[in-house]
Nanobody
Framework: QVQLVESGGGLVQAGGSLRLSCTAS????????IGWYRQAPGKQRELVAT???????NYDDSAKGRFTISRDNAKNTVYLQMNSLKPEDTAVYYC??????????WGQGTQVTVSS
C-alpha cells in the first residue's frame, strides 16, 4: 500500500506561483511513476505531469513551459512548481502513483484557485 498526501494549494492571482507537494508513505519502493493530475469543475480529471523512476518526465501541453515537476527521493516527495498561473488552471490537483503492476494510488487532492 502507498499513501499520498498533497499540500500547497491555495488562492493566487493570475500570473502568480504555487508549489504543490506530495509526500508518499508505505510501500514507496514499489512506486514506478508518480505525478500530478487535476480536475476542474464539470470536467474530467486530466494529466498535468508525471515523473518515472528512471527520471523520465512527461508534461501535458498546458503545463509545458510553466510547470516543473521534481522529486526528492530522500523525502519521498514530489513537487509541482507552477508559475504564470492562469484562471483556467483552477482545479483540484491530485497526486497519483503507479506501482510496478501499474496499480494506481491517489491522494485526497488539494484545491488551486487562480483569480483573474
Amino acid at each position: 500500500q502507498v499513501q499520498l498526501v498533497e499540500s500547497g494549494g491555495g488562492l493566487v492571482q493570475a500570473g502568480g506561483s504555487l508549489r504543490l507537494s506530495c509526500t508518499a508513505s508505505g510501500s514507496t519502493f514499489s512506486i514506478n511513476t508518480i505525478g500530478w493530475y487535476r480536475q476542474a469543475p464539470g470536467k474530467q480529471r486530466e494529466l498535468v505531469a508525471t515523473i518515472e523512476r528512471g527520471g523520465r518526465i512527461n508534461y501535458d501541453d498546458s503545463a509545458k513551459g510553466r510547470f516543473t515537476i521534481s522529486r526528492d527521493n530522500a523525502k519521498n516527495t514530489v513537487y509541482l512548481q507552477m508559475n504564470s498561473l492562469k484562471p483556467e488552471d483552477t482545479a483540484v490537483y491530485y497526486c497519483k502513483a503507479l506501482n510496478n503492476f501499474r496499480y494506481p494510488y491517489w491522494g485526497q487532492g488539494t484545491q488551486v484557485t487562480v483569480s483573474s
